[in-house]
Structures are given as structure tokens and as C-alpha cells.
């Protein structure tokens, strides 16, 4: 059965025109929202210990760490916690490796036009990684002046939506035959958690399909509405904080909802947003540096357009 969870997805914030997010929750999936390029391992690694295989593949354990070297810390302690996310990624690397060894013993990659795509993509890794090194932005930028305008300047969009942090005791309906079973097992918690709300973290703990926030006593953590699933959203927000609700459903099963905390709506401190609108107006300063550099090399001096010979090739068909 699919793991359940409150969380659709992951709201963000616009920093300077780049997508820059402010994590209200970490709630997204690191693997997927992220699939880092993994470098090919010698073949003393390759062959060295495994944590899976797939007749003569193999995924090593140095290719994994190497998984985790390449996600933000965030992302990398999310995807230590979510177990079936990760081994979602190691069979597909491992299906990867084997649709590469039947393709290796074809010749495939001998195919002329595969040949020509290798020539071209590593012709774009020199580019960009070249162009990179030449457009080093300053250590020392931006200076705390300019982080300070840059955040003053967008400040309407630094506002963060109320925040919710529900509880939920999780029933799920594998079985669609089962479906009124699980629903009155749920109206039977449903009652006993809203006549005694201080034992809803027993009773997820116990009863909650969501092993994940069960283990936490049925806390998901701080999320806007947004972030829940539709089915819950308006029973959510019309809950006083330590009440509990009626069931409800999701096409995933059942759930019962405690409102343990919430937050009004706010404006983001600098404090908050520092490092990321850093690392935005530094990303933002070395595409200005690139595109210097490259109309640099445009000398217009010698620089020619041969007008008829391009006329000539845009009307042939091609």
C-alpha cells in the first residue's frame, strides 16, 4: 500500500527572479525532487562492497554515500528517515545498470548518432564547466548592505501563509470490500480520541497506519493548508487548536485530525532567509559575470555574418 502522508508538496518563495525555496516543512521528496549525476566509480569501488545486485550489477556503497554527498543536508537527513524513497532510487539504478550492460554488449555505444550525442554533451560539460571557472563571483559578495536591499526590495514576497501543526491517526483501504470495516474502526477512534484528546498520541501510536508520524504520536509537524491533502484542508482550518476531527476521507483511507498548534500568517525574518537569498544573488551575480564574459569574446571588430549564405541555408529544406 502507498504510503500515506498529509503532504502534497513543498511550498517556495521567489528570491530575485530564481526559484529559491523557503521550506516551511520538509516535506518533498529529495530523491525525486533532486537526482544528483553520480561520477562512474573505478572499478575497485564498483566491485567493492554492495548494498543491492541485480545479477552482475550492483549498486557499491561508495555510490550511495555518493547519492548523499550530492543532496542538501536538509534533503539528505529527509531521505535517511524515508526508507521506501531510497530503495525506490537503488532499483532504478540498478534497472539502469543493466539496460547499460545489455546496450555495452550490443556495440551501442559505437552507433554513430550515439557517438555524435557523446561528442556534443561533453562538448557542453566543457563549456559550462569552463565558463563557470571564469566567472567566479567575490567571496566576500554580497555585502551585508546589499543583502539588506535585496531583502527590503522584495520584502511582499517574503510573507509565509499560517501554519498548521495537525496530528493524525491514519487508517489505511487497501481493500475496497474493507472499506466500511476500516470506516467504522475509524468512527470508533474518532469518538474515543475527541472524549479524551490528551490520548490521541497513544491512539495514533497505536492505531495509525502512517508509521512514519506514528512514531511521533501522530505529529506531522508545522505545514499551510496548502500542504494537506484537499480532503482535510477545510476541516483543518475550521479546528481550534487541541480539538479533534470527525473522519474523514481521502482516496488513501481514513483519517482523524488534532490541531495541536498553529501560526498566523508572518513576514520572514532576513535571519531566516539569509542564506538562501545569498546563494541566490550570488547565482544571479555570476550569470551576469558569464554573460560579460561572453559578449566579451563577441569581437565586433572582426566579428561577420555571411547574410546571403544564411539565406541560402534557411531556404533549403532541412
Known amino acids: 500500500m502507498k504510503k500515506p502522508t498529509l503532504v502534497v508538496g513543498a511550498g517556495a518563495l521567489a528570491l530575485l527572479g530564481l526559484a529559491v525555496g523557503l521550506s516551511l516543512r520538509p516535506g518533498n521528496d529529495p530523491v525525486a525532487a533532486q537526482q544528483p549525476a553520480l561520477a562512474v ?11 543491492a545486485r541485480l545479477g552482475t550489477q550492483q549498486v557499491a556503497v561508495e555510490e550511495l554515500k555518493a547519492l548523499f554527498a550530492g543532496l542538501p543536508e536538509a534533503s539528505r537527513e529527509q531521505l535517511r528517515g524515508n526508507r521506501p524513497a531510497l530503495e ?19 556495440g551501442w555505444g559505437q552507433r554513430p548518432q550515439v557517438q ?10 566543457v563549456f ?18 546589499e543583502l539588506q536591499q535585496a531583502y527590503d526590495s522584495g520584502k511582499s514576497a517574503w510573507l509565509t501563509p499560517p501554519l498548521y501543526r495537525v496530528s493524525q491517526i491514519f487508517l489505511g483501504v487497501a481493500d475496497p470490500q474493507a472499506a466500511e470495516q476500516v470506516r467504522r474502526q475509524a468512527l470508533e477512534l474518532s469518538r474515543r480520541a475527541q472524549a479524551a484528546p490528551a490520548e490521541f498520541a497513544a491512539l495514533a501510536a497505536q ?3 502512517d508509521q512514519d508520524s506514528a512514531q511521533r504520536g501522530g505529529d506531522s509537524g508545522l505545514q499551510p493548508l ?5 480532503e482535510v484542508r477545510n476541516a483543518v482550518s475550521r479546528l ?20 495541536t498548534a498553529q501560526q498566523p500568517a508572518r513576514t520572514a525574518s532576513l535571519d531566516e532567509l539569509r542564506d538562501r537569498l545569498t546563494e541566490a544573488l ?5 550569470e551576469q559575470i558569464a554573460k560579460a564574459y561572453l559578449e566579451g569574446m563577441l569581437n565586433t571588430a572582426t566579428l561577420s555574418i555571411d547574410g546571403a549564405m544564411l539565406n541560402q541555408v534557411l531556404e533549403e529544406k532541412l
Do not use: M
Open 41 to 51: 566509480l573505478p572499478p575497485s569501488v564498483a566491485s567493492g562492497p554492495a548494498v
Open 116 to 125: 555524435q550525442q557523446t561528442r556534443d554533451a561533453t562538448e557542453q560539460i
Open 88 to 106: 525506490a532510487w537503488i532499483r532504478s539504478r540498478l534497472a539502469q545498470k543493466a539496460v547499460l550492460e545489455q546496450a555495452d554488449a550490443q
Open 226 to 230: 496548502q500542504q494537506l491533502v484537499p
Open 282 to 286: 550570488r547565482a544571479q551575480r555570476q
Open 207 to 209: 492505531y495509525s497506519q
Open 128 to 145: 559550462r564547466d569552463y565558463l563557470q571557472s571564469v566567472s567566479q563571483v567575490p567571496a566576500d559578495y554580497p555585502s551585508a548592505a
Open 240 to 259: 481550534k487548536v487541541g480539538g479533534v476531527s470527525e473522519v474523514l476521507q481521502s482516496a488513501a483511507g481514513f483519517h482523524i485530525l488534532k490541531l
